[in-house]
């Protein structure tokens, strides 16, 4: 059983955030590996004008993720999935081997009753919410925490996740990580664009196996 952790994020683009906290929710969750799964586009952005194509996004994860037990994806473009229930599913149909744990920042957790299926969601795989500065406290009173509370498992069981019964919610809380996508394309617009000629997206490229 390959223990994977499963990052689904826009990475427009991939900064030090997203790996530190991966790389930390690996040792946490004693996870063999953590896959990013680099949205085609999240159901709830469409139409965001600053969205880089899935191309550069996908070039940035990789080079952000290098020399890491992390392997940026576009599956969910392979699978045809864009809903994360969809996703989820799918992922558990093609990978039966493996044991799977979504992973998530603390501002997708303020969010995530607004996710189709999100309870669901929530049934079909623990969920290792990470906090995030500037969103922990609008997490906890979030309408899904509140479904969840009693859920929650102790951060001392969090390498015992395969075992847990579902739902099960674990929050992490590693050196606070201020750093977004928001702030990158703030300070660098332009990120794709320079980049653009040498993004590619040949399908064998998509998966992670
Ligand atoms: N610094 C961070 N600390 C904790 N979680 C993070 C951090 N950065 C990103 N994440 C999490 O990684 C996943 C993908 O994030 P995403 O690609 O949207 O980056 P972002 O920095 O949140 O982007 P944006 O600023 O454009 O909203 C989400 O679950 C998000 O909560
Ligand atoms: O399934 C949904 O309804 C849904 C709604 C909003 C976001 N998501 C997923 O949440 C993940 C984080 O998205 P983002 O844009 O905040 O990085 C990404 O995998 C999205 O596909 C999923």
């Known amino acids: 059983m390959t223990r994977t952790g499963l990052l689904g994020g826009s990475f427009n683009p991939a900064h030090r955030g997203h790996r530190g906290v991966t790389l930390a929710a690996v040792r946490a969750l004693g996870l063999d590996e953590a896959w990013w799964l ?26 952000m993720a290098r020399r890491a037990p992390i392997r940026a994806t576009a599956i969910e473009a392979k699978l045809g999935t864009r809903y994360t229930i969809d996703t989820l599913r799918a992922l558990k149909r093609r990978y039966p081997k493996r044991r799977f744990i979504w992973l998530m920042g603390a501002d997708n957790l303020a969010q995530f009753h607004r996710w189709k299926a999100w309870r669901d969601i929530a049934r079909e795989m623990p969920i290792a919410v990470i ?11 979030s309408p899904a925490m509140g479904w969840l509370r009693r859920r929650v498992r102790p951060v001392a069981q969090a390498q015992h996740w395969t075992r847990w019964s579902l739902p099960a919610l674990v929050v992490l809380r590693f050196r606070p990580d201020p750093t977004s996508a928001t702030a990158v394309r703030a300070a660098d617009p332009d990120w794709f664009r320079r980049a653009g000629s040498s993004f590619s997206m040949r399908s064998r490229n998509l998966t992670p196996e």
């Open 38 to 63: 680099v949205s085609p586009g999240n159901p709830l952005k469409s139409g965001a004008k600053d969205m880089a194509p899935l191309a550069a996004r996908l070039a940035s994860a990789r080079a």
């Open 131 to 141: 906090a995030r500065p500037g969103y922990d406290a609008r997490a906890l009173a």
